[in-house]
């Protein structure tokens, strides 16, 4: 059984019981579907056909367990931002030939990381981040391929609900710069140019939108590579797809996306300096957030101002972008059909209001020691959470693979809170 479905009233992960699953790994937890998420790594594939690198951004889910199965399941690589998500995506298994680093801000300190590493290209944010990584790439006596993220000039190029492209923006160089970035790279000894990178927004559920993303990408790449009298040897569209997570919201339609950029990339390399192209997605949020749930158990019930309360033991700490959306539906794990339903306000166990829920869900007589689940949930849960709050450490990850379940992340003790920490000498 593959996929988040409603067994029997019951809700369950890749035919895992999820009430059955809390009892024996406990709560506060993630449960991820791998069966689910390996189904939705080749369904993008099929959409988007071989014209198109897929490289899985990390930053969605930097769980190792989860990024080996992405892995495994053939991606072209990985798109990292950090050091850290280097570690993860090596630990995971993925050729540093194969991982992009992008990002702005890069340290020295990860340039030198990542070069050293192999990694196969670092996105360039800046002119000046150029001349650090040439500098870098010197003291390692190797030559690094570059590519530059550009930030297109383009009328109305920032798209979905998080803009990441066009006007005044700290994400790469401005466009009218970009002729002179690669005219740069050709004067320096220890870089050499690998293409363009562009992203324009992200949680993007139109697909004629993203489309047309790709389409600006397109004609930025012919616009630079006319002018510069440069072969763009790669154009990386970036990532943004998104996923509905509400029922009055439409998904994303991956085939009419993968239909449309077939025929804009078949019109593309019919166009001289685009011809040898490769072109790339990085994808990230639309390969595992509707394949995981957070989990979490009642631990108080009470009335104030007429209104319910359920306090459950997981918070903002563990999902803070799926609880503060206020938009994720919840459900009572093992009585998720029932039609005896009654308002609830849904508060975390942290001390500030900004940890609550929902603002009011329908569900059916909450009790003290229920399951409840955050659907849509596999992708910015942990990784994009304040997990130092009040100390409460980090939740159980747990992988569902052919009907098995693994635990991929152990909770962390109360003990780790005092890991890395020391009191000066002089105040002992």
Known sequence: ??????????????????????GEFGTPMFLYGGDSIAAGVAGLKESIGDDVEIYYSIKANPAIGVCRLIERSGVDGAEI???????????????????????PGKTDGEL????????GQVNAESVGEIERIDAVAGRLGVVQRVGIRVNLAAEGSGHGKIRTGGGAQKFG????????AIGLIGGLEHVEFGGLHTMLGSQVLDAWEMLRSCELGIEMAIRIGTASGVEIKSLNFGG?????????????????????????????????????????????????S????YVSRVVDVKVSGGETFAIVDGGIHHALLPITANSYR??????????DTNPVMLGGP?????DQWRSSVELPGVQVGDVVAMMNSGGYGLTASMSMFLSRGTPTEVLVVGGDCSVIRERSSVESVLDGQSIPQFLE
């Open 1 to 22: 059984m593959s996929g988040i479905q409603v067994v029997d009233g019951r809700l369950v992960v890749d035919g895992v019981d999820v009430a059955l699953a809390a």
């Open 81 to 103: 931002a950090s050091s850290g998500e280097l570690v993860a995506v090596m630990a995971s298994g993925f050729d540093p030939a194969r991982i992009l680093f992008a990002g």
């Open 112 to 119: 030198e990381h990542a070069i050293g590493a192999g990694v």
């Open 173 to 180: 160089i401005d466009e009218s710069g970009v002729v002179d």
């Open 240 to 288: 943004g797809l998104g996923v509905s997570h509400r029922d009055d919201e439409d998904g994303f339609d991956l085939d009419g996306f993968g239909r449309g950029l077939s025929e804009l990339i078949l019109k593309a390399r019919k166009t001289t300096g685009l011809t040898g192209t490769r072109f790339m997605i990085e994808p990230g949020r639309v390969l595992v």
């Open 290 to 293: 509707e394949y995981g749930v």
């Open 330 to 339: 919840v459900v009572v794990a093992d009585r998720v059909e029932s039609d």
């Open 350 to 354: 942290l001390c500030t209001s900004a």
